[in-house]
């Protein structure tokens, strides 16, 4: 084998590396958007809200609660089987007359139903 050759296999080679990491960041990429946390259905809420008014304090504050409770206990928290504050009792207290807000949590309740959190 010439050194030619030896040049354009090892360049051969590391295309197909280069290849094959962007095409695997590019793939974590997509997988990462499909994201279902108690956190994306938050964050979606607080999107729509007014920064700072009471209602998206609240769900920031929700938020950083959870971020204390163990995994195994975070779907009952969120979802209000437990005696803490959980993303119900703020939408009803806050959140009763928004429609966007509405629209996020019915959402959120059917793809929960149907694939739980990932």
């Known amino acids: ?9 090892f360049m051969c080679d590391t295309l197909k590396y280069l290849f094959i990491i962007v095409v695997f960041k590019y793939d974590l990429r997509l997988k990462m958007t499909d994201l279902f946390t108690p956190y994306t259905i938050i964050n979606r ?7 700072n008014s ?8 929700f938020k950083k609660d959870l971020s204390y409770c163990a ?3 975070m779907d009952a928290r969120f979802w209000g089987k437990t005696r803490c504050s959980n993303i119900v009792n703020l939408c009803m207290k806050h959140f009763n007359d ?6 996020i949590y019915v959402e959120s309740v059917k793809r929960y139903s149907e694939t739980g959190f990932t």
């Not at 809420?45 to 920064?51: A, Y």
């Open 1 to 9: 084998m010439t050194n030619r050759e030896k040049i354009i296999r």
């Open 45 to 51: 809420m607080m999107d729509v809200l007014e920064e």
């Open 71 to 73: 995994p195994e206990t």
């Open 98 to 103: 928004n429609e966007k807000i509405h629209d």
């Open 54 to 61: 009471a209602g998206w304090l609240q769900l920031q504050a």
